[in-house]
């Protein structure tokens, strides 16, 4: 499966890591490059996207930033 994500990043232009989580953020496959940044795969980076999603849905301020997370197509916007 690692390798099948690497060969996808590659055909990828800018794609540097795919991780996939479960809800609390727990890497369950993390395929990366070595630019990745180190910060953004961290569990408790990962654990943020999370909580993000439920301030989202019990509407929080509007966002300044957007990281796209993708589970069932989802964009999520922190």
């Known amino acids: 499966m690692k390798k099948h994500l690497v060969q996808l990043m590659s055909r990828v232009q800018g794609l540097q890591a795919i991780v996939f989580t479960d809800r609390e953020g727990v890497p369950l496959i993390k395929a990366c490059t070595e630019s990745a940044p180190e910060h953004a ?10 909580m993000a999603i439920v301030a989202v849905h019990i509407s929080f301020p509007r966002p300044y930033l ?13």
């Open 41 to 50: 795969l961290r569990g408790s980076f990962l654990a943020t996207v999370g």
């Open 66 to 78: 957007c990281l796209y997370k993708i589970t069932a197509i989802n964009v999520v916007c922190v």
